[in-house]
């Protein structure tokens, strides 16, 4: 339970914590910012990590003083621990409004009231998250994976929690920046090739980043990218991905027999996109 000190000055900590994911579940970074008072935690997680979390987190701030918590969309991994920081917290939590009337699902009945008047729903375009004196910016990353999904920037450390885009299957040492961005392709292939939708949205969500000043990109999952060279070669890499949709053909859209082959297969052969994660 170890945190990551990414950026620190005066008034203002940008943290991580890599290591709270214990069993089967798959490695995460929870990423915490804390100015001069008010805090945010991005992406907390489930069961699996609330607690570590919570507990890790009160050397730098008191639960019950966190303002926000934000996810960049509404998968399990990402804030399925809902219900736990709308108890044991006041803070407001910050989601696409395309998944404000479905996160109450996570929340048992007898917890509406805890939940009422806590939910900030982010437009599409995206917004300013008042943090202090400061702000943290929600850019829009629709379809990246999710439908409604958002990364964000930190205009004081000028680093961008970028959710499931570099995410990466490493099996140690996941706080590292990448140092060799060429051998760490084959950990991040897969999984982007299958969790984005198209490379239309790689490409407009690459050149949106690249008008913006970052000093480092932290996944959801994984290794960071750290400084402009590394960054640079990550958005090249990206931008010319071919994902998702780009690479289904009529071969992934066969009705199956009760054998358990489908019809038109000559033989048990993996497809080729959707066996890849």
């Known amino acids: 339970m170890q945190a990551n000190i990414l950026f620190q000055n005066n008034e203002h900590m940008v943290l991580t914590f890599t290591d709270l994911v214990t069993g089967e579940g798959i490695q995460a970074n929870q990423m915490v910012i804390i100015r001069e008072g008010h805090s945010a935690i991005f992406d907390p997680g489930g069961d699996l990590t609330y607690m570590p979390l919570s507990m890790a987190i009160t050397k730098y701030v008191k639960v019950k003083d966190i303002d926000y918590v934000i996810a960049s969309h509404q998968d399990p991994d990402i804030i399925s621990s809902l219900d736990k920081w709308l108890m044991y917290s006041d803070a407001k939590i910050v989601v696409s409004k395309l998944w404000e009337r479905f996160v109450p699902h996570l929340v048992p009945g007898y917890m509406k009231e805890k939940a009422e008047g806590r939910m900030i729903a982010i437009p599409d375009q995206g917004m300013y998250i008042p943090m202090g004196d400061s702000v943290i910016k929600a850019i829009p990353a629709h379809f990246l994976h999710s439908v409604g999904n958002f990364h964000f920037y930190d205009p004081i450390s000028k680093i961008l929690f970028s959710g499931d885009v570099g995410a990466s299957m490493v099996d140690k040492h996941p706080e590292r920046a990448v140092q060799d961005f060429d051998r760490h ?79 038109g297969e000559k033989k048990d052969v993996p497809l080729p996109l959707l066996s890849s994660v």
């Open 185 to 263: 392709i084959p950990k991040m292939q897969a999984f982007h090739e299958r969790y984005m939708v198209s490379n239309k949205v790689c490409r407009l969500w690459a050149r949106m980043v690249r008008n913006m000043d970052i000093e480092m990109i932290v996944p959801q999952h994984g290794r960071p990218f750290q400084g402009k060279e590394m960054i640079s070669k990550f958005l090249d890499w990206f931008e010319t991905l071919e994902c998702g949709i780009d690479k289904l053909t009529q071969h992934d859209y066969i009705v199956p027999q009760n054998n358990g082959k489908r019809t």
